[in-house]
């Protein structure tokens, strides 16, 4: 039986967990193995870039602070060396991050996820990761929102093209009458 001390930390372990994947906005659960100190070194950095949080936690500690928030089906995938990324504000951006690494490393995969308070399987995650950043998403909005407003000016300049080329030949003939 593990000392009162050691069950304190590991409890405040589980809480502090438990807040983070709360507050989260989203998080993907990988599977943690094969890959190499260079690789992984290169990930948490691009990770922590982004504003990610990543950390290799036992499986029983991220098992107890998921049932706490109620994300108990990611519990069936906490087997073997798991680690987690938790994003806090983008909730795209742990799974698109992640990608890279799962394409490059065979062992290294994705096992979950969660997106706004639900927990998702594999093929949502790579849904996620596949989907544009929210800066290439805002542009194509704004583009089809220009194309048209495009449109109706070059028509708008093409009347007044041809008004303008028939106004002067008709204050020609307004003047010359004057004249004489």
Do not use: W
């Not at 790579?126 to 989907?131: F, H, I, M, P």
């Not at 704004?142 to 030949?169: F, H, M, N, R, V």
């Amino acid at each position: 039986m593990p000392s009162k001390k050691i069950l304190e930390a590991k409890q405040a372990t589980v809480a502090a967990l438990a807040e983070k994947l709360k507050t989260a906005a989203s998080g993907v659960l990988v599977k943690y193995e094969g890959i190499t100190v260079e690789d992984d070194t290169k990930m948490r950095a691009a990770l922590r870039a982004a504003g990610v949080e990543y950390s290799v936690i036992k499986n029983s500690i991220t098992g107890r602070a998921c049932d706490e928030v109620g994300y108990g089906a990611m519990k069936e995938y906490l087997h073997g060396m798991t680690a987690l990324a938790i994003s806090q504000d983008d909730p795209i951006a742990p799974a698109k991050i992640l990608k890279e690494y799962v394409e490059k490393v065979e062992s290294f995969e994705f096992c979950a996820g969660f997106v706004d308070g639900a927990v998702v399987d594999v093929a949502t995650v790579k849904e996620l990761a596949d989907t544009p950043s929210k800066e290439v998403l805002v542009g194509k909005v704004l583009g089809s929102l220009q194309s048209p407003l495009y449109g109706l000016c070059y028509a708008l300049q093409a009347i007044i093209d041809k008004d303008g080329e028939a106004a002067p030949a008709a204050t020609e003939e307004a003047a010359a009458p004057a004249e004489a």
